[in-house]
């Protein structure tokens, strides 16, 4: 029996050693689990915001491409058939096409607002000959048919500036744009003949800083 009681210290001691490498391992292994889990968790979001981050890139330089190319254009500006139109009616006929554009598009209007004659424009300092508006808009569409709007601008007979184009995907869905656009119409007070005499007459004397440049 003496014998015995000489092992159960040592015994004693290696349960309790294997014991505590027991609960070790049943609160430590979970935990490293769920480290491991984070870490890779952690990675992937990396790997998903670097890839939204090009996306957003690639999306911003056709962006700029396709709206440089509406900028660099040359156009006539539009002018009413009629004489003595109010601004609501000068603005209408743009604004109309406009709305047109978008809808055709399948692109959705969040808020629309516009602005007469802003200031800083060179039509605007012009004085009465010339009509400016601008069309500050919040629209939800793809990249595709946010392009097709803008070759539209671009396609469009008469000039259309624009002003400013703020693009974010939709956080839920990374397809879905949320834009903020801004157009800038122009339109002249008198009507369309009389539009054409003037060019004609201001060409023929070759007045000095006549031609007005579309501004960019």
């Known amino acids: 029996m003496d014998k015995y009681k000489r092992y159960m210290g040592v015994i004693a001691f290696v349960a309790a050693v294997a014991l505590l490498i027991f609960i070790c391992v049943s609160v430590i ?95 605007v300092a012009q004085g009465s000959e010339y009509f400016v508006c601008d069309v500050n808009m919040e629209i939800v569409s793809n990249y595709t048919n946010l392009g097709k709007l803008i070759q539209d601008i671009y396609q469009y007979p008469y000039y259309i500036r624009i002003n400013n184009i703020e693009v974010l995907p939709y956080p839920k869905d990374k397809k879905i744009l949320l834009s903020k656009i801004s157009l800038r119409l122009y339109s002249r007070t008198s009507p369309e003949a009389e539009a054409i005499a003037e060019d004609r007459e201001q060409s023929s004397n070759q007045i000095e800083g006549a031609d007005v440049p579309l501004p960019q």
């Open 29 to 123: 292994s979970p935990k490293i689990q769920n480290l491991n889990d984070t870490k890779l968790s952690v990675e992937d979001l990396q790997q998903n915001l670097e890839a939204k981050r090009n996306a957003k890139i690639n999306i911003q330089k056709k962006l700029k491409k396709l709206k440089q190319s509406v900028m660099s254009s040359q156009k006539k500006i539009y002018a009413p058939m009629e004489d003595k139109l109010g601004n609501d009616t000068l603005f209408f006929t743009l604004y109309s096409d406009v709305i047109e554009m978008v809808h055709n598009n399948t692109i959705k209007i969040k808020s629309i607002d516009y602005q007469y004659n802003p200031e800083g424009d060179i039509f």
